[in-house]
């Protein structure tokens, strides 16, 4: 195994020891002179992120990635606010859970305790350096970040200021570390260092969990692969489903909380497909439809829609599961809400669904069956993020069901332990 990944791993040991006594004021203002310093120093951020585009564009990396990778003032803005937020939160560490005494008199208490050493290996998006961070050493966990080579210039340059603020406010020397280094063969050390660290937290697309999920000897909460879909009812509210419909997509549709599919009860579909191709086909998107749906447009009287009419292409069996992460959806044609249900349950990543409708009953049932982490009524799915749940970022969106599931803020960083106390007792 390499020195160098093993050294990383020694130091992240080290300082997951001495967090677990760090004092909850010095964590806070850490966070927040951190926050202070990225607004302060937001040039030289970005100066390091023009870098990286410069490279991705000469590189032909797509609209979706290089819109991941970008940082502006706006984005710096967030990480910054993230990181108060995170210091305004209540301290998970150490808090009692739960209390009760033994017939035989000893008390047992279940207290919430840090992980210990996370390992994060993420693509593109250079703000999961601070969102993790920060998250990581509110719940006193260290972190070992390896980020995309995309972004390394971007990494290195926020990794170093959060550690050059968190030296001088007191955080453990090598509470956050990132692999500098972009040789891909680290990883599959990384995945492999039981010993050092405790739990492997992946966010980027299917090839990079798949590689992770069947060659880590640690364990891994699954995160981010994003096959979003939205339902339209036969009782959907057009005027409510056309803008949702256009803010999960274009939006931000480089995000995992973008939809990549439209499914439209066959009631309605005469009605809301004409308006519904003009609009997205204006905003840029590339629209893949089903043989029913496209029948549907193309036999549409008015004339109006002619010119957007032949801009939709046929979709192949591939488009339907697909993870677009760019301006391109596609849609179908489904009978009822059962048949809706049982399609996103087929296709989907089970991270965020949504119906629209107003009929209270298809509602539930959408709500109750869909086996998604978030699953939303008459709302964009884009809502699906730890800063619009109060988390103040997260550190991954979970798709799996054990431990953590759907955006995972600083509890979702912690486990538990049993403190037993006695006098003497013995089990008979």
């Given at each position: 195994m390499d020195k160098y990944i093993l050294t990383l791993g020694e130091n992240a040991k080290k300082a997951s020891k001495e967090l677990l006594t760090l004092d909850t004021r010095i964590k806070n203002n850490a966070l927040r002179e951190i926050a202070k310093a990225l607004i302060e120093r937001k040039d030289e951020i970005k100066e390091a992120n023009k870098i990286d585009l410069e490279v991705g564009k000469a590189a032909g990396l797509s609209f979706a990635l290089l819109d991941r990778l970008e940082l502006n003032d706006k984005r710096i803005q967030g990480m910054a606010q993230s990181l108060n937020e995170i210091a305004s939160f209540v301290d998970p560490i150490g808090e009692i859970l739960n209390g009760w005494r033994h017939q035989n008199g000893m008390?047992?208490?279940?207290?919430?305790?840090?992980?210990?050493?996370?390992?994060?290996?993420?693509?593109?998006?250079?703000?999961?350096?601070?969102?993790?961070?920060?998250?990581?050493?509110?719940?006193?966990?260290?972190?070992?970040?390896?980020?995309?080579?995309?972004?390394?210039?971007?990494?290195?340059?926020?990794?170093?200021?959060?550690?050059?603020?968190?030296?001088?406010?007191?955080?453990?020397?090598?509470?956050?570390?990132?692999?500098?280094?972009?040789?891909?063969?680290?990883?599959?050390?990384?995945?492999?260092?039981?010993?050092?660290?405790?739990?492997?937290?992946?966010?980027?697309?299917?090839?990079?969990?798949?590689?992770?999920?069947?060659?880590?000897?640690?364990?891994?909460?699954?995160?981010?692969a994003g096959v979003c879909h939205i339902f339209v009812d036969e009782t959907g509210d057009i005027s409510k489903a056309l803008p949702i419909i256009e803010n999960a997509k274009t939006q931000r549709p480089s995000t995992c909380n973008s939809i990549e599919t439209v499914l439209i009860h066959e009631n309605i579909a005469n009605s809301i497909l004409p308006e519904l191709t003009a609009r997205l086909i204006d905003d840029k998107v590339e629209l893949r439809y089903d043989l029913k749906a496209l029948e549907i447009i193309k036999s549409n009287p008015d004339n109006k829609y002619s010119k957007y009419i032949e801009q939709v292409k046929?979709?192949?069996?591939?488009?339907?599961?697909?993870?677009?992460?760019?301006?391109?959806?596609?849609?179908?044609?489904?009978?009822?809400?059962?048949?809706?249900?049982?399609?996103?349950?087929?296709?989907?990543?089970?991270?965020?669904?949504?119906?629209?409708?107003?009929?209270?009953?298809?509602?539930?049932?959408?709500?109750?069956?869909?086996?998604?982490?978030?699953?939303?009524?008459?709302?964009?799915?884009?809502?699906?993020?730890?800063?619009?749940?109060?988390?103040?970022?997260?550190?991954?969106?979970?798709?799996?069901?054990?431990?953590?599931?759907?955006?995972?803020?600083?509890?979702?960083?912690?486990?538990?332990?049993y403190i037993i106390r006695g006098n003497g007792q013995i089990r008979e």
């Open positions: 008390l047992i208490e279940k207290k919430r305790v840090p992980l210990g050493v996370i390992g994060i290996i993420y693509e593109s998006r250079p703000n999961v350096t601070i969102d993790s961070a920060g998250l990581a050493i509110k719940s006193s966990n260290a972190v070992i970040l390896r980020g995309s080579s995309n972004a390394i210039n971007s990494n290195k340059c926020l990794n170093k200021i959060f550690n050059e603020v968190a030296d001088i406010q007191g955080l453990p020397k090598n509470s956050v570390q990132l692999i500098e280094s972009t040789d891909r063969n680290l990883v599959k050390d990384m995945i492999r260092m039981n010993q050092y660290i405790d739990v492997l937290i992946p966010r980027g697309g299917k090839g990079l969990k798949k590689f992770i999920i069947e060659n880590a000897t640690i364990p891994v909460i699954e995160t981010g046929l979709a192949t069996e591939e488009d339907f599961g697909a993870e677009y992460l760019d301006m391109i959806m596609s849609v179908k044609i489904v009978k009822n809400v059962s048949e809706a249900i049982e399609y996103i349950n087929d296709h989907s990543t089970h991270h965020s669904d949504s119906i629209i409708t107003e009929n209270l009953d298809n509602a539930e049932q959408f709500l109750n069956e869909i086996d998604s982490a978030s699953v939303y009524l008459n709302a964009s799915t884009r809502f699906s993020d730890g800063g619009e749940f109060g988390y103040g970022g997260e550190i991954g969106i979970s798709t799996q069901k054990l431990h953590a599931r759907g955006p995972m803020g600083i509890r979702e960083l912690t486990t538990i332990k």
